[in-house]
């Protein structure tokens, strides 16, 4: 496939031909728009996201394409509002990630921004060491090209009968009336099927598990040195993601899946969505 891969928090296999299926893919996405377009770009924590979204914004740059790039994981709501959520809804709450986390009303009002071809915008960011909102960054428009990545974009809400069962020992031990699982699935089918709804095209970099995933999670908590979590910890923070995350891979919720191994070789394959 060409030229090594770049490398982060574990072994890359090469991604030159991959990139330039996804940049092929944007780049006519958008031009058959006619304006500029949102690309929501999925995977499981660890899957090589932030990576890829990096190396898709320069290689559409290349091609006379200005591109913004986005996180969910900046959006995500203050320390102190998920301290009240979890009063207000539910303990689990207060650990970030799980849709209801996320402001999204932030989101649109920058999207809609980004989208335009109006003045500077200014973007929140987020300090995961402080578990808080960090500097805010600039950004000028106009853009023809948004990424927007995160670990759930694109993803559906279950049935309600879906919800009945534990899928792991946290939901088992710390949510046995599924109070937390129902009210993340509200979400999913409120705010965010909204959101998603704006996407003009979606990735998803499908791992080959879910079991893969806390091993991806604690590569990248190895380079933390001591703020990384210990492997008990890790454990517990991955399962509030396993049940939605287990939902993607059975379903892609995606035009076009990077099908990746556990050393994140990675295969584009189109779906039908």
């Excluded at 009336?177 to 970099?205: C, E, H, K, P």
């Amino acid at each position: 496939m060409g030229i090594a891969g770049e490398r982060q928090s574990g072994a890359y296999a090469d991604w030159s031909a991959a990139d330039m299926t996804l940049v092929d893919a944007i780049a006519t996405r958008r031009r058959r728009a006619g304006h500029a377009v949102l690309v929501g770009i999925a995977g499981a924590q660890g899957s090589g996201k932030t990576t890829l979204v990096r190396r898709l914004a320069e290689q559409l740059e290349q091609r006379g394409l200005p591109t913004a790039v986005l996180s969910l994981d900046d959006f995500y709501l203050t320390k102190a509002e998920r301290a009240g959520l979890a009063q207000s809804v539910h303990p689990l709450c207060v650990t970030r990630g799980v849709p209801g986390t996320h402001d999204l009303r932030l989101l649109e009002t920058a999207l809609d921004a980004l989208l335009g071809d109006g003045p500077t915008v200014t973007l929140p960011s987020f300090d995961k060491a402080s578990d808080d909102r960090g500097e805010p960054r600039s950004v000028a428009p106009p853009f023809e090209v948004i990424l927007l990545e995160g670990w759930c974009i694109g993803a559906k809400p279950q049935d309600w009968d879906a919800l009945n069962e534990p899928i792991n020992a946290l939901e088992r031990d710390e949510d046995p009336d599924g109070v937390w699982r129902r009210w993340a699935n509200d979400q999913l089918a409120g705010g965010y099927a909204t959101l998603f709804a704006r996407l003009d095209l979606r990735i998803f970099l499908k791992a080959p598990d879910f079991a893969v995933v806390e091993t991806w999670r604690a590569e990248q908590e190895a380079a933390l040195a001591d703020r990384a979590m210990d492997r008990t910890s890790l454990g517990r923070f991955v399962a509030h993601y396993q049940r939605i995350s287990c939902a993607m891979l059975a379903q892609a919720p995606a035009e076009l899946v990077v099908a990746l191994d556990a050393q994140r070789n990675p295969e584009v394959r189109p779906t039908s969505s």
